[in-house]
């Protein structure tokens, strides 16, 4: 049995031998891991033991956000080969129900996701995963690249709920991993201008380092006050929630201009108030963002494009040997810190 990074319980992670799923069905391909992103939600599992109904009561291996080889394919997979690099969507929906033939396949009360308790992540030398959420990766597009998809097809989702148009000034409230991924996509799916509003100076000046994008610290000047500045006291067009803290969400409807769209992505650990006055006066459009769904394809288009660059989100990569340092070094939530990495040993 090869070795995975294991949450043994909260607090405690080991890196051991662990029986993990191996058989191949006929839709199936066995990927060797070369690449795992640390997500925001492996470091909450890891340092609280649970995400809301989420509870780790048996030990899992963490990590979902995955890049690979793909090393055997199922006798019915006719789009991958062996040899062929890929990046896997964490989250396998039932493909008979209603919402995944609705197309809404991510809010599937039936999905199962990876390092989302039971479900075991892909720490771990080896998966077998469905090839239709299977996605090769061109031949530009690094296995940190391809690591980084996962949380990039977040923005995507967010970019298109919220139905930018060309020209369009949005602002992404929150700079953590997931505001920096949404600004991005918003740039590049038609915004004039992104800026990205938070409190802690280092994330602002890594993603304000993006042609495009510019950046309100909080601390001095409020995000309202700042987009009324930039938009002469218009709003903007589409504001993306990212910071998931209750000030932010209560203060949305004066961000936004009138008929404007609100796309929540962050999500808040417990109930926030939510002023319903305030969006009705603007008669403001809001969209809510659970994980994705379609979107792989057009985010691995982007990267291959070159019109979207995250290398200079990864801030840190470790050899697999050095997981549990790795997720100490999350825990510790450097400002200076985006993504960190896990490589696993090539063959
Ligand atoms: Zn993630």
Known sequence: MPTSLVLERQGELSLREIELRGDLGPSDVRIAIR?????????????HGKIGPFVVNEPMVLGHEASG????????????????????????PDSASRAAKLGIYNVDPAVTFWATPPVHGCLTPEVVHPAAYTYRLPDNVSFAEGAMVEPFAIGMQAALRARIQPGDIALVTGAG????????????????????????????????AYPGIETINIRNTPAAEAIAQATDGWGADVVFECSGAAPAILGLPQLARPGGTIVLVGMPVDPVPFDIVGLQAKELRVETVFRYANVY??????????????????????????????????????????????????E
Not at 36 to 45: E, K, L, N, R
Not at 79 to 88: A, I, P, S, Y
Not at 187 to 208: E, F, H, R, T
């Open 69 to 92: 080889v793909v090393t055997e394919v199922g006798g019915q997979v006719s789009h991958l080969k062996v040899g062929d690099r890929v990046c896997m969507e964490p989250g396998i």
């Open 297 to 346: 394809d057009r985010a691995i288009s982007l990267i291959a494009s070159g019109k979207v660059d995250l290398k200079p989100l990864i801030s840190l990569t470790v050899p697999f040997a050095d997981s549990i340092a790795a997720f100490d070094r999350a825990a510790e939530g450097r400002e200076t810190d985006v993504k960190i990495q896990i490589e696993m040993p090539a």
């Open 35 to 47: 690449t795992v992103g640390v997500c925001g939600s492996d470091v909450h599992y890891y340092t």
């Open 177 to 208: 991993p997931i505001g920096m991924m949404t600004a991005l996509a918003a740039l590049a799916g038609g915004c004039a201008k992104v800026y990205v509003s938070d409190l802690a100076q280092p994330k602002l000046d890594i993603i304000g």
